[in-house]
């Protein structure tokens, strides 16, 4: 989900009313699902120098200072702790709403999460809505100019990691890497904020000073804004025994299979001998993107995977290769649980087609496929509308399930998956197989201290590449 950031809310003209047309007292008590899509968009209003919570016993609206660390961890917490509350319709929802958007400073924004909260439950964590223009200028320019620290962060169990790192940044260039844990922001223990409070601290801010945990290391960590490019595609050369190229993608967005494709080309003028296609981090976006991509390594006129219509499930769109095989090496692709949707499709159809082994962690799980409508209530708003599920060759779908790698990386996991990340997730009453090719787990040729690297995934990639068991496997099952 990419609901936008806090500023092009901002030109949106969503008011209270429009919020009240989808949220409102009958709304979220028509079923129990409603009602905690209702509470979810409650729990997530917290911003500034206050927190926002429902007492216990829901007799008002309590507004506690900064540093209060009273949480209502989860919508079943909080059912735990008030069973009648649905039944009794004890919480006047529009009242607690008018009392938030009374200290918000960006209201657009907080209504954004209020609706999106609620179609979570009314429809799937997919079906969403997001600022037109965002969308226009931000989603589907695969390169663009940016000022910003270039690093993006998540809560986890109560700690905070760098999920992405982007390449050429100041996050870069100062040494931040994914899976960094971030100890404080501006000399701010990060427990001590919402997340909405450290997003906007971050935003706001030209200078960032931060504490991490690198591997165990504590680092300090000053950076400063500057412009740079901002590229969904990159790639670099492994000088191994063998010459092995890396192509880092970090979504799907239109024209990304033509970088791709301009990547791989020069890679192949070093004569590569084997292929990683890291994925690691990438939400998705264009999955004919990554049909185009895909078609770079099968024979023509294969099945990649397929579109089925959620209101009409014997309608079938299908996804083939096109006639362009430019690489038969070796090749590895790296997912882990921020891999989601179109990255899912990309490594699951290779590794059925016996063309590719995957090494990483388990994917995110997200097969659900999203058309972009008007939003009825707003016209600077459009509407991601789920429609149906991507299925793989076999019938599988990665929906809620995920990926599972053939060779998993053992680490710190900083990602919650689909089935974990939202109350609701759509689930598919179909229960194919996954259907892979074997591979054989006999020794690689070259011994594990030939193959130096400072990223441990990509010490294991290269080892799985020149597995010659492994690529011999995969070659035979085309």
């Known amino acids: 989900m990419v609901e936008g950031p806090v500023e092009d809310w901002s030109y949106t003209g969503l008011t209270r009313e429009d919020l009240f047309k989808v949220v409102n007292q009958d709304s979220c008590y028509k079923s129990r699902a409603l009602f905690d899509g209702c509470v979810l968009g409650i729990l997530q209003a917290e911003h500034g120098s206050h927190k926002l919570y429902i007492s216990q016993d829901f007799e008002s609206l309590i507004e506690t200072p900064q540093g ?23 919480i006047n929802f529009p009242f607690l709403w008018e009392r938030i958007l009374e200290v918000e400073a960006v209201e657009p924004f907080y209504i954004s999460k209020a609706i999106n909260a609620y179609y979570s439950s009314l429809y799937d964590p997919h079906t969403y809505i997001t600022p037109k223009l965002y969308y226009a200028t931000q989603l ?3 390169t663009k100019d940016v000022t910003a620290f270039g690093f993006r962060f998540a809560r986890l169990n109560n700690r905070l990691f760098v999920q992405t790192v982007a390449p050429n940044s100041p996050a870069d260039a100062a040494g931040m890497r994914v899976g960094d844990e971030l100890l404080s922001v501006q000399e701010v223990p990060n427990l001590k904020l919402p997340m909405s409070t450290l997003r906007v601290m971050v935003h706001a801010s030209e200078e960032l000073n931060l504490v991490l945990d690198s591997n165990g290391e504590r680092k300090e960590m000053q950076l400063y804004k500057f412009k740079y490019t901002l590229k969904s595609v990159s790639s670099k050369l492994l000088s191994i025994i063998k010459p092995v190229g890396v ?21 192949r003028e070093h004569n590569i001998q084997g292929l990683i296609i890291d994925l690691r981090g990438n939400p998705g976006g264009l999955v004919d993107e990554a049909a185009c991509m895909a078609s770079n390594f099968v024979q023509p006129n294969q099945l990649l995977f397929y579109l089925q219509d959620r209101s009409s499930p014997k309608d079938k769109e299908t996804f083939l290769s096109t006639a362009k095989r ?32 995957l090494v990483g962690s388990q994917s995110f799980g997200k ?30 779908s990665p929906q809620v399930r995920g990926i599972t790698p053939d060779i998993e990386i053992k680490g710190r996991k900083f990602y919650l998956s689909e089935s974990q990340s939202y109350l609701h997730p759509a689930k598919l009453d179909i229960d194919a197989r996954w259907r892979l090719p074997k591979i054989s787990n006999r020794d690689c040729i070259l011994p594990e201290e030939q193959i130096a690297s400072t990223d441990p995934v990509f010490a294991r990639t290269q080892e799985a590449l020149f597995c010659s068991r492994v690529t011999a496997d995969l070659r035979n099952s085309q």
């Open 367 to 396: 097969g659900s496929f999203q058309e972009i409508e008007p939003w009825p209530h707003q016209t600077n708003v459009i509407i991601f509308s789920t429609k149906g599920f991507f299925h793989l060759p076999s019938g599988f």
């Open 326 to 357: 430019q690489f038969n090496g070796s090749l590895a692709i790296l997912i882990d649980g921020g891999s989601a949707s179109a990255s899912e499709l990309l490594a699951g159809s290779l590794r059925e087609l016996g063309r590719a082994v």
């Open 68 to 90: 209060d660390l009273h949480e209502l961890a989860s919508v079943e917490h909080f059912f735990q702790t008030n069973p009648t509350a649905f039944q009794d319709k004890l």
């Open 247 to 267: 192509i880092r993608v970090s979504r799907f967005l239109k024209g990304v299979c033509k970088q791709f494709e301009s990547e791989l080309n020069r890679l």
């Open 140 to 142: 589907t320019q695969p």
